[in-house]
């Protein structure tokens, strides 16, 4: 299983990045699909997560409101809409996954549960 996020970049506050997140080699469809970013000398924290087959996205509450994650399962990639950029947006944003089929919803706590990450994609947001 291959994991490989795209879409970052610089953005001045109030705009808009789209991210990407590809899986190779396995269905999304069973998979949980989460997204974290990690800020310069701060922790690696969740920022929201989908998972999928109906259930409601969870997100941070920090980005309520302004970001949106979704999947298309035929593409077999997710996707991380993030609006109303703020510089406390700024680090670096990961995607990774796990698979639970017999649970309705993701976790952004539990770190540990994410089996296969991406590589990280940089994402700045200063005027």
């Known amino acids: 299983l291959r994991v490989v996020e795209s879409g970052g970049g610089l953005v001045q506050p109030g705009g808009s990045l789209k991210l990407s997140c590809v899986v190779s080699?396995?269905?999304?469809?069973?998979?949980?699909v989460g997204w974290f970013r990690e800020a310069p000398g701060k922790e690696r924290e969740g920022v929201a997560c989908?998972?999928?087959?109906?259930?409601?996205?969870v997100y941070q509450d920090s980005v309520k409101g302004r970001f949106i994650t979704y999947r298309n399962n035929a593409e077999n990639t997710g996707y991380l809409q993030m609006n109303s950029l703020k510089p406390d947006d700024t680090g670096v944003y990961y995607c990774?996954?796990?698979?639970?089929?017999?649970?309705?919803?993701?976790?952004?706590?539990?770190?540990?549960?994410?089996?296969?990450w991406g590589q990280g994609t940089q994402v700045t947001v200063s005027s």
């Open positions: 990774a996954v796990y698979e639970d089929p017999d649970a309705g919803t993701c976790t952004l706590l539990r770190q540990a549960r994410y089996t296969d």
């Open positions: 080699e396995f269905p999304l469809d069973h998979l949980k």
């Open positions: 989908a998972p999928g087959r109906g259930y409601r996205a």
